[in-house]
């Protein structure tokens, strides 16, 4: 039977009937700040939008929060500790407080000591720590899993509404409509959906001057390249990988298995570096680092640049290239096979007959964590996306900015800092390895650099206002491996959801969203935007340092509170930090090298415009300010929330 053989009536009874059962399967919900992605990204900017009163909706495509770090990367990837601070800071505080009461509240204890203040912790861990920060606004942040990303409507240039079909109930759509959206997707879905511009790949060495862009070669740790190195762009993405978690603890391991999906074929460039005895223990083929409770970490090992062992590891790259833009279907799919060679990588060491039998002990005495992953075999839910789209932002950092600026002695100083970055430009390998290039993987660089400042810009993506973007920020392929660590999207999260609520309560846009407001209450949650060797999170002028470091307080990597200043010390770091701030100032007539009193910087701030904040009448009489003073001084009289 077809439509032209019913009754008109009919037709018009079913047509009827079908509205009303799609209206049926479509909710709306509504709030202040709707985050896509709770990945520890976009837990932190629900919980810091939450915290400043704003009611939040928690949209994830999985069953679980967390991301990857609740999958296994649970070694923090961080090197200088004092760089990230905020919400992850706290997150670090509360991993610590977990394991002392399981030791007995022995600050000695074992698993106080694995955890290392707190950057060390077990997958299952981290996400009861996520799930409490979250719970501790339940009120406001209201969390809908396994919901998937369908539509995103932009009016007028601006991102109002996101549909999401609920998992749990196929066909019952959910719009959620939002005065602010932050992205917090690995891959930049919702940023893609709404339109915005992003990029997949590589750029090549000649768009952005950057030394290590495009097709590369180099050993691991060093910015020589290496024959063969052309610099082209391409649409290759670093590596995948899992992060297992195993364990020796007969009581909590479970055997692992060989996967449905052996290749031995996946391994013959390391079984090549086995039969050659240049592999001779596990840890050369896979790193493996102690985690609380007798566990490890597993993560895929680099070629070393002495001996480029090994050829590869778990990281199989090229079989990632289209992840960015792929359907949650073929991202399965993926998972499935990257999953099948990780699995079947440690396997083949516990296994194989051509594997010596030192290295297959190693492998055979460990096995998968009976309390990790219960419901999915023991193994995480998912895999670690290094790398996704990256939006083309306001700004776009790049392998530059970690150069030096001589006259400062720091990295650029960038006046709408909103985190730093410490880690080195680290991509994994963009190509499988070629043995026409021994010892080294094609892409693999990891580069050192100092600690830079983040603009605020990385975060706002171009053409599409009322979205901001933490994690698949606005960066070069090189830029993005410097920023793509957890500790850095939770502090670019927490950024996005501080700056949600400004935007709402000035009533703009989260482009014009006033930075150094926004700057003032990071700092205020001992969030790190200026990057010093010596000030500590309780620091009492922590955030002065901060805020003013955005604006060029001090040369070099010393916060140096203590030193006493002269006048002319005091006269450069004043006249630097009011040009950052638009003010022409210059040091008036006086003997340079006396001391800097209290008056006379009271004097100095009245005569540029600004109101010394006193919280000590004594300041004024001081008789050779400190640096620490002068910078309470400064910033109490410039911060603009008085």
């Known amino acids: 039977m077809n439509s032209r053989s019913l009754p008109l009536a009919a037709i018009l009874w079913v047509a009827c009937l079908s509205i009303l059962c799609a209206a049926s399967n479509a909710d709306d919900e509504s709030a202040d700040v709707v985050v896509v992605g709770a990945t520890p990204g976009g837990i932190a900017a629900a919980v810091a939008a939450a915290r400043l009163g704003r009611d939040v909706a928690l949209v994830e495509y999985e069953d679980h929060i967390g991301g990857i770090v609740t999958n296994g990367l649970t070694n923090a990837d961080i090197g200088k500790q004092q760089a990230v601070g905020g919400l992850f800071h706290e997150f670090t505080q509360r991993v610590v407080r977990y394991y002392l009461a399981g030791d007995g509240g022995n600050p000695a204890g074992p698993n106080v000591k694995l955890c290392r203040n707190g950057y060390y912790y077990e997958a299952s861990v981290a996400e009861r720590i996520f799930h409490d ?72 060495r000649e768009e952005y001057g950057e030394p290590h862009a495009g097709r590369v070669y180099a050993r691991f740790g060093e910015p020589d390249l290496l024959p063969g190195s052309t610099g082209e762009a391409d649409r290759a993405i670093q590596a995948f990988c899992f992060r297992l978690h195993v364990t020796q603890n007969a009581k909590n391991s479970m055997q692992i298995e060989k996967p449905v999906g052996y290749d031995r074929n996946d391994y013959r460039f390391l079984l090549e570096d086995i039969r050659s005895g240049r592999a001779t223990k596990f840890t050369q083929c896979v790193q ?32 990632c290239w289209d992840w960015p833009e792929a359907t949650p279907e073929q991202r399965h799919r993926m998972y499935v096979r990257y999953l099948n060679h990780n699995v079947g990588l440690i396997w083949f060491l516990a296994n194989d007959p051509e594997v010596p039998a030192a290295i297959r002990d190693e492998a055979s005495q460990l096995g998968w964590c009976r309390d990790e992953w219960p419901q999915n075999g023991n193994v995480p839910r998912q895999v670690y996306v290094r790398q996704g789209r990256r939006i083309l932002g306001d700004y776009v950092l790049t392998e ?58 990385v975060l706002v ?30 502090a670019l999260g927490e950024t996005c959801g501080i700056a949600a609520h400004l935007a709402i309560l000035h009533q703009t846009t989260v482009r014009a969203a006033p930075v150094a407001e926004l700057q003032q209450l990071l700092a205020a949650r001992q969030g790190v935007i200026t990057f010093y060797n010596d000030l500590k999170f309780d620091d009492p002028s922590f955030p002065a340092f901060q805020w003013l470091g955005a604006r060029g307080l001090n040369p070099g990597y010393d916060a140096a509170p203590g030193v006493k200043l002269t006048r002319h010390d005091g006269a450069m770091r004043l006249a630097r930090v009011l040009g950052f701030e638009g003010k022409t100032w210059s040091e008036p007539a006086g003997d340079p090298n006396t001391a800097l009193q209290g008056s006379e910087l009271a004097r100095w701030l009245k005569n540029a415009g600004y109101k010394p904040q006193l919280v000590d009448p004594a300041e004024l009489k001081s008789e050779a300010l400190t640096l620490a003073q002068f910078a309470d001084l400064t910033y109490r009289a410039l911060r603009p929330i008085q």
């Open 133 to 204: 920060m979250i719970g501790d606004s339940r009120d406001r942040i209201h969390l809908r899993l396994r919901h998937e990303l369908k539509d995103a409507t932009v009016a007028d240039g601006r991102l109002v509404s996101v549909t999401c079909e609920d998992r749990a109930h196929p066909g019952r759509r959910v719009t959620f409509h939002g005065k602010v959206f932050v992205d917090a997707t690995y891959e930049g879905d919702l940023a893609a959906m709404a339109k915005a511009p992003y990029r997949v790949g590589r750029e090549s």
């Open 461 to 490: 993506p171009r053409k599409v206002d009322g979205l901001l973007v933490p994690v698949a920020a606005s960066c070069s392929h090189i830029g993005y491996n410097a920023l793509r660590m957890e500790p850095v999207f939770m």
């Open 288 to 319: 493996l680092y102690p985690m609380p409770n007798g566990k490890f970490e597993l993560n895929s090992n680099h070629p070393d640049p002495k001996t480029g062992v090994p050829s590869e590891s778990f990281d199989l790259a090229e079989k």
């Open 400 to 457: 530059h900015d970690g150069d030096l600026d001589p006259a400062l002695g720091r990295t650029k100083v960038q006046p709408t800092s909103i985190a730093v970055l410490e880690f080195p430009f680290d991509s994994h390998a963009c190509h499988r390895f070629d043995p026409a290039h021994p010892g080294v993987r094609e892409g693999y660089v990891f580069i050192k650099h100092e600690p830079l400042q983040v603009p605020y810009g």
